[in-house]
């Protein structure tokens, strides 16, 4: 099998994976993309109001848009799953192997975002974004004045419930203990909300509707059940991020998550990573660019250093005569 050698690695065909990948083709670096899928997590957004410069959009459109801009600076892409990451002895090569092949390469961008964890009811698939959502601060806007459920673990079942209560009607916050867990804070200003029920001891067993969600079906700890007539249900379960094809090679934090410093640096020299599955605080598409961006400068950077260049600064400056362009 003859290996591919790139100066730059991408893994993931979400925001910051494509980003990185655009910013590092615009320099005219060989680059490859690997990608299980176009768009990841884009392709759960079929409204998309909050990304800048966009009055209304939705996540794939997006995710086809940037990769058409990736694909037109000359990088390259192809559907596979990294399965291992490894060190070459000898050189500061890495060696990338997927299902299907092998790369070298100088540097590598880690982009391989997560996915948000099912509540695994009956049709719960079947109404995904027609009243099922697994992203309160992304689509708790949609819900002005309507009924809402929310229904998930710890504190993401609470900041759930505290966003559904400034724009819904009425929140019911569904869970299985006794006790709601975590902040106390929170919890002291989720009691004193009128517009939201506090359902502990159950579970949410199945949803229901015509077209859209109209109603959830509860079990509580005696076994009995009762309908709730609901527009929307958040369910927020927390999500997974899958990085044991490279968590050997840098630092993981206790949430799962990458750890990145400036610019999306690892702990490994030759590492670089952005987006949700990394330690930044916001997990919206338009950090996701951001920092995606900046990851791919830096790849791009640390590659141009291995060969003795000075790399670029992304607010570089040329003075033609008298006067001074700013890129
Ligand atoms: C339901 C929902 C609604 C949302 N709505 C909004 C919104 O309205 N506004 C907003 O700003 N944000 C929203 N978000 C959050 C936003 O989608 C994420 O912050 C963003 O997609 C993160 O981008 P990412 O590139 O880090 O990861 P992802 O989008 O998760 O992409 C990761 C990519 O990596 C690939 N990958 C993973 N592992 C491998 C591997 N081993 N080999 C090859 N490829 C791999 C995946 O296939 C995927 O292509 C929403 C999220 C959800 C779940």
């Known amino acids: 099998m003859s290996v591919e050698q790139y100066e730059i690695v991408v893994v993931g065909a979400g925001p910051a994976g494509l980003s990185a990948g655009i910013f590092v083709a615009r320099q005219r670096a060989k680059c490859m993309l690997i990608t299980k899928d176009l768009g990841g997590q884009l392709n759960l957004i079929p409204k998309l109001e909050n990304y800048p410069g966009t009055i209304m959009s939705s996540g794939p459109l997006l995710a086809k848009t940037l990769e058409n801009q990736y694909l037109t600076f000359g990088g390259e892409m192809t559907y596979d799953t990294v399965q291992k990451v490894e060190e070459i002895e000898g050189t500061t090569d890495l060696r990338i192997k997927t299902v299907r092949a092998e790369y070298l390469t100088k540097a590598l961008v880690l982009a391989p975002g997560k996915v948000p964890n099912n509540l695994g009811v009956e049709n719960e698939v079947q109404y995904q974004n027609k009243g099922v959502h ?6 708790a806007p949609f819900y002005q004045g309507r009924v809402t459920a929310t229904v998930g673990v710890g504190g993401y079942l609470l900041e759930s419930g505290i966003l559904l209560s400034r ?161």
């Open 134 to 139: 697994y992203c309160t601060k992304c689509d």
């Open 167 to 327: 724009m819904a009607s009425k929140v019911y916050l569904i869970y299985r203990g006794g006790q709601l867990g975590g902040d106390k804070e929170m919890i002291e200003s989720l009691k004193r909300k009128n517009n939201v029920e506090l359902v502990p001891n159950s579970s949410v067993t199945s949803v229901k509707g015509s077209n859209a969600l109209q109603q959830i079906q509860i079990k509580d700890s005696t076994g009995s059940s009762k309908t709730l007539d609901v527009d929307g249900l958040f369910i927020e379960m927390g999500s997974k991020i899958n990085l044991d094809f490279v968590k050997h090679l840098i630092k993981i934090n206790t949430k799962g998550e990458i750890e990145v410093t400036d610019g999306g640096k690892t702990t490994h020299p030759a590492i670089f990573a952005a987006g949700d599955a990394t330690n930044i605080p916001y997990k919206q598409i338009v950090a996701a660019c951001g920092d995606g961006a900046a990851a791919g400068l830096s790849a791009f950077n640390y590659v141009e250093k291995l060969k003795g260049k000075p790399g670029i600064r992304s607010d570089w400056k040329k003075t033609i005569g008298d006067t001074v362009f700013h890129y």
